[in-house]
């Protein structure tokens, strides 16, 4: 990591000694929950509390001020009211503690007051390279060591999920929901507002942790973008990272800037990120526990073939369905699984119906067999309560048998199976109130796997040629001329065109029709303002329309440049890249001046990898009339893919540019022609300029 802060965050999981400032002996303080979490968690370190007035704290010696405290102290825990904050984290250092976590609340979240106390925390943090969680946090657990720095009213078991929460509160639910479902935890970290310290420090963190097998991740707005995204894809190669994140509404964004201060990402591109990371996007609280389910209770299996176990033959259709829609496949049981199954019903195939009236021994008969069968790599048991049906004794053989294979289980109904559903989760056994629940989450992780397997992007950056980065200086947009001059050193195709801006300029006696004729001066949307003539098949038809587009450019205050281009017979499509957080964006769709109606696009963060070209395509309904649906005539699509493979090359060499828009992009039977191009580029912001008395 680029700075020290990221790595004091071991002293900040793992010290031998934490301050507590503003620690109480009144309970409903949280000064007093803090030392009472650390306690009963029994803490392996030492716990110093700060208090300005007691001596005592809870049974431990006290001090006025962390500064008194001898020896050495690894990490300071915060809560005095966030007035005090500066000060307390100035004595932080003067300490020489490397690593603290501010509880308090009342800082950017709040408005320009608190804006600016948290400006003054940082110039001390960033000076003295501290790891600062907050401000406005719940805390920090590690369940390894009993450090419970947190407020949270529970202590979770220890287990392999890790929590990165920016809501405290959703971090208090997921606490409780786990005491119920038995579900453990390696770390759980409030961020809080990340002042300081955001999720790309905490995922570089995690990926090292021993203790740490998936991330589960709570987020209302990303910290850094770019750095985010190259820790999310280094931690995701090694172990799932499943993200929740609000703001996806103008209602939701609005929300979560008053709740932390947030300002959030667009959307749809930060889908495209956690896809380009492969980190599982969730969008519900339910999805998220039922994923952390999944992550906590089921190992990693070979693939997607599954064997579904029921008393019931209607439960069995519908994980059926649900399975089907999830990419999973039911395949035949082998013959020796197919033999034994038999003998229970004689009609038996995948999903195995053991009929209503199943003993628990039928049931222990079929999840043994499968457990064997090569052709089956995991197993979902339904039961629901019928009056030959033993709940708790079949509960009891699906944990005994819950081996090398991993069995998921629905027991449906209320009462009659609340007993057996209890005992499911007490010993491991990822159990879930509707099949369809089960399958989903099983699904996302599932295709975690599957892509990791995907190949690496290629190379996308050439280096970048003096005459282009001339052309690039100081503008804001580029003309038409100048876009093809670019697209052209990439080796993407434009057709034959003159550059005009009198009528006495061109030859008119010697144009070969049909032509298309277009202002030249980068104007996005041409057609609204009659600027785009296309098949013009006669010399007066063309002086018509060089007399009105010359007018119309004065008019409107464009420069009165014109391009007459040859016409390109083909079908349309849109290319362009455009400068998000992430980077940079590659959209591939429907073309002309449909596109921002039918919303048939794609698109992908650069750079590229070939299954990301294929998916592109793939995603787009409109790739079949380019495939030949509903007509003879195929069109160059490996043309396309290189096109689109040169754009991100090209997107990536100049990071100047803000967008660049290939539309249309007109692919033919022999290759892929850019008819018009809008190019917009990056401005620097002008450095204000320097105030104050000039010296004599």
Avoid at 62 to 90: L, Q
Avoid at 300 to 324: F, Q, W, Y
Wanted: positive net charge; contains cysteine; glycine residues 6%.
């Amino acid at each position: 990591m680029p700075n020290k802060s990221s790595a004091n965050l071991e002293l900040l999981f793992n010290p031998k000694s934490v301050a507590v400032i503003g620690a109480s002996n009144t309970p409903g303080k949280v000064g007093y929950a803090i030392v009472r979490n650390l306690i009963e968690a029994n803490f392996s370190g030492e716990i110093h509390p700060v208090n300005l007035n007691e001596p005592m704290i809870q049974g431990i010696n006290a001090f006025p001020s962390v500064t008194k405290i001898p020896g050495t102290v690894d990490a300071a825990i915060i809560c005095v009211p966030s007035k005090f904050v500066p000060g307390v984290i100035k004595e932080c250092a003067q300490k020489q503690i490397k690593a603290a976590v501010i509880i308090t609340a009342g800082f950017s979240e709040t408005g320009e007051e608190g804006k600016a106390l948290e400006e003054e925390i940082r110039k001390i943090v960033e000076a003295k390279e501290m790891a600062v969680v907050g401000p406005n946090t719940l805390g920090i657990i590690n369940t390894e060591n009993g450090l419970n720095a947190s407020f949270a009213a529970n202590f979770p078991q220890s287990g392999g999920v890790a929590v990165v929460s920016q809501s405290g509160a959703l971090c208090t639910a997921i606490l409780d929901w786990a005491r119920l479902e038995k579900i453990g935890f390696s770390k759980f970290i409030s961020a809080g507002n990340k002042s300081f310290l955001g999720e790309a420090e905490y995922f570089h963190y995690l990926e090292k942790d021993p203790s740490t097998k998936s991330v589960l991740v709570y987020m209302e707005s990303v910290k850094n973008a770019h750095k985010f995204l190259k820790e999310a894809a280094q931690l995701a190669k090694k172990k799932p990272v499943v993200v929740i994140k609000s703001g996806r509404s103008a209602e939701g964004q609005k929300a979560a800037s008053s709740h932390t201060g947030a300002m959030s990402v667009d959307d749809k591109i930060f889908s495209i990120a956690c896809k380009k990371s492969n980190m599982i996007r969730i969008n519900s609280i339910e999805g998220f526990f039922d994923i952390a389910k999944i992550l906590a209770k089921v190992k990693k299996t070979k693939g997607l073939r599954l064997a579904v176990v029921t008393n019931a033959g209607g439960p069995g259709v519908i994980v059926a369905d649900s399975a089907s829609v999830h990419k999973f496949t039911l395949p035949n049981f082998s013959a020796k699984t197919l033999k034994t199954v038999k003998q229970i019903n004689p009609h038996a195939s995948n999903p195995l119906d053991l009929i209503g009236d199943a003993k628990p021994i039928n049931y222990r008969t079929a999840l043994s067999v499968l457990q064997d069968d090569k052709e089956i790599d995991l197993i979902y048991a339904l039961l629901t309560p019928q009056s030959m049906t033993q709940p708790e004794r079949v509960a009891d053989m699906v944990v005994s048998l819950n081996g090398k294979k991993p069995i998921i289980c629905s027991f449906l109904g209320g009462t009659s199976v609340a007993h057996a559903r209890k005992y499911l989760k007490e010993n491991g056994v990822a159990e879930f109130e509707t099949p369809e629940r089960g399958i989903k989450a099983l699904s996302r992780l599932q295709r975690y796997y599957e892509n990791k397997k995907l190949k690496k992007c290629f190379e996308q950056k050439v280096a970048p040629k003096k005459s282009i980065k001339n052309i690039l200086a100081k503008k804001a947009s580029l003309t038409l001329e100048e876009s093809f001059v670019l697209l052209k050193e990439f080796g993407i195709k434009t057709p034959k065109t003159i550059f005009f801006s009198k009528k006495d300029e061109i030859e008119l006696d010697k144009v070969k029709f049909p032509v298309a004729l277009k202002t030249a001066s980068g104007l996005a949307h041409k057609t609204e303002h009659g600027l785009v003539k296309a098949n013009i098949n006669s010399k007066e038809e063309l002086e018509k329309q060089i007399d009105y587009m010359l007018a119309k450019s004065k008019e409107i205050s464009l420069k009165p440049v014109l391009a007459m281009q040859e016409m390109i017979i083909g079908q349309e499509v849109l290319l362009s890249a455009i400068t998000t957080e992430f980077g940079k964006a590659i959209t591939y769709g429907l073309g002309g001046i449909f596109v921002e109606i039918m919303k048939d696009f794609s698109q992908k963060l650069s750079p590229l990898c070939e299954s990301d070209v294929e998916e592109m395509l793939s995603e787009v309904k409109g790739t079949a009339v380019l495939l030949g649906a509903r007509t003879k005539r195929k069109y160059d699509v490996d043309a396309l893919k290189r096109t689109i493979k040169l754009i991100a090359s090209l997107a990536n060499t100049y990071p100047q540019l803000s967008e660049l828009e290939i539309n249309p992009l007109i692919v033919t039977e022999d290759g892929c022609y850019a008819v018009d191009v809008v190019t917009t580029l990056i401005q620097k912001q002008k450095k204000k300029p320097k105030t104050g008395k000039k010296k004599k």
